[in-house]
């Protein structure tokens, strides 16, 4: 079959191991997930009370539109409904712009050790990956993604805050960056966890759309909203933006079901915030943490951080595991030494430190 030939050089997505699975390899009775930066505080409990008396009429196709969650959105952050494109996920949407735009004789630029899916979707369009290497801070390196862009350019993707790092760039280097940027370069702000910024620098971002024409921001339910199951995400940009992107979009792309959660999830800010409050002060745990123990951590302003280990990290996570605890090991995610640790609840922090106190004696 005619196979793309880069297909030969890549890997289907490594999927964490699930808890089922540990449980059974290791013989233990309890084991937490603290390896996709899901939230260990699950959902809105309207979500729950929405799913049990009033989800129906499945045999319906959703709304191709997505009038209702959309409404909702465009009123939550104060644009036009016709601003905003849903995702599968906002993974789909870095698929979306990926199909709609690289292609070979075209280069796509991006932070070393960021989310990998940029990357992958470039290499299957053909488009050549321009990857700047990361500051020692862990920050993108603004400068250097202008210093490689160029005519031929045509994604920037910034991922703040970033994964697998958790660092935040500050709104205004941001700005000044969109500045100077080439016009022809769609600049994707993926912004995944920017609900937990409790930064007070840090700008209503979406607005922005409005003073650059080359800019989309994406946001998912994902991770704060702890609707990862319901593979809703979305993009906000300017409507021509949105209008040529739905040229490439699959009709129905999300289900009646997870547009409906959705919109309960993001009527609850309460809960929302709530989670943010209880993260931010989980978060501080493991800086003290880090500390206390002399380990490396980057400074992270969402609910995952990246934290040295002693040695290899395979192994790190091997005796992580055999404790109940599923982390990712940095190995796989281009920063060797170091494990990507979800922020659990109270009780889940807890049991990890112990954890990884067996981690340090055993050294
Ligand atoms: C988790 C994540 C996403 C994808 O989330 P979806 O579940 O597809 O909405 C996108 N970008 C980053 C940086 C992520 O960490």
């Excluded at 937990?196 to 339910?221: K, M």
Aim: proline share 4%.
């Amino acid at each position: 079959m005619k196979w793309k030939p880069i297909l030969r050089t890549m890997k289907a997505y490594t999927p964490g191991r699930s808890i089922e699975d540990i449980k059974r390899t290791y013989d233990l009775q309890e084991v937490h997930k603290l390896a996709s930066n899901e939230n260990p505080y699950g959902s809105s409990p309207e979500v729950a009370e929405y799913l049990r008396s009033k989800a129906a009429q499945f045999e319906m196709y959703p709304d191709a539109y997505t009038a209702g969650l959309r409404g909702k959105l465009a009123e939550f952050h104060q644009i036009d409904p016709n601003e905003i494109l849903f995702g599968n996920g906002s993974d789909e949407i870095v698929s979306i712009i990926s199909r709609a735009i690289l292609q070979p004789g075209t280069n796509t630029v991006m932070a070393s050790t960021t989310f990998p899916q940029y990357a992958h979707n470039a290499k299957i369009e053909g488009a050549e990956l321009r990857e700047v290497a990361m500051l020692e801070s862990g920050d993108h390196d603004l400068e250097g993604f202008l210093k490689v862009a160029d005519e031929e350019t045509a994604v920037i993707w910034v991922c703040n805050p970033n994964n697998p790092t958790g660092n935040l760039l500050s709104s205004e280097s941001i700005k000044s960056f969109l500045d100077q940027v080439p016009e022809t370069a769609l600049v994707v702000l993926d912004e995944a966890y920017i609900e937990f910024v409790t930064d007070p620098a840090q700008q209503d971002t979406i607005q922005w759309i409005h003073d650059y024409t080359n800019l989309i921001i994406l946001r998912t339910f994902s991770k704060a909203y702890g609707l990862a199951s319901f593979r809703i995400g979305y993009g906000v940009a300017n409507a021509s933006i949105v209008s040529e992107l739905n040229k490439v979009r699959n009709p129905f792309n999300n289900s009646s079901l997870a547009l409906a959660v959705a919109e309960v999830a993001l009527a609850d800010q309460q809960f929302l915030q709530a989670c943010v409050t209880k993260n931010d002060e989980e978060r501080k745990r493991f800086v003290d943490y880090a500390k206390q123990h002399a380990l490396a951590i980057y400074p992270s302003a969402t609910n995952f951080v990246l934290i040295a280990v002693p040695g290899d990290a395979d192994v790190a996570c091997e005796v992580l595991l055999q404790n109940g605890y599923i982390v990712r090991s940095g190995n796989l995610l281009g920063t060797p030494g170091f494990v990507r640790v979800t922020i659990g609840t109270h009780e889940q922090n807890t049991g990890f430190f112990k954890a990884f106190d067996q981690l340090l004696t055993n050294q």
